[in-house]
């Protein structure tokens, strides 16, 4: 890895962290207020280089926003709830005063990092070249 992939990082993980919040304050406070914020979010985070899709997933695993095709879109959230679930299981049965706050997950074909909130899973899936 290069040296800028620390300061590469950080702005994704911003992103990531602030979209989670924006979409769980629209649930509690007027969804049309803060329905405009998660779409500029979404496509600010859509446009950095290398993103290759974007997948909002509630609680229950089901897809309430993507940037990818229905198929992908369903295979990752199915995929990704199941695998999120047990990494926060088990960060909790080292420490029950613990808590997944972000997961990254790098391959040879592509990089998915996953910001898991109270209501809703953050999942963006970026080439890992970039």
Not at 2 to 22: F, K, S
Not at 52 to 61: A, P, S
Not at 104 to 116: G, L
């Amino acid at each position: 890895m290069g040296e800028g992939w620390a300061a590469a990082l950080q702005p994704g993980v911003l992103v990531c962290g602030r979209l989670c919040q924006a979409l769980y304050v629209s649930c509690i406070s007027s969804p049309l207020l803060l329905l405009a914020e998660v779409e500029e979010t979404l496509k600010r985070l859509q446009s950095q280089k290398g993103v290759q899709g974007i997948i909002v997933v509630n609680t229950e695993g089901i897809p309430i926003k993507s940037t990818m095709d229905n198929p992908t879109t369903t295979q990752y959230a199915s995929l990704m709830h199941s695998f999120i679930l047990k990494a926060r299981s088990t960060v909790r049965e080292i420490d029950p005063q613990n808590d997944l706050t972000f997961l990254r997950i790098r391959s040879k074909k592509n990089e998915i990092m996953v910001a898991p909130d109270k209501d809703y899973f953050l999942i963006v899936i970026q080439n890992p070249t970039e």
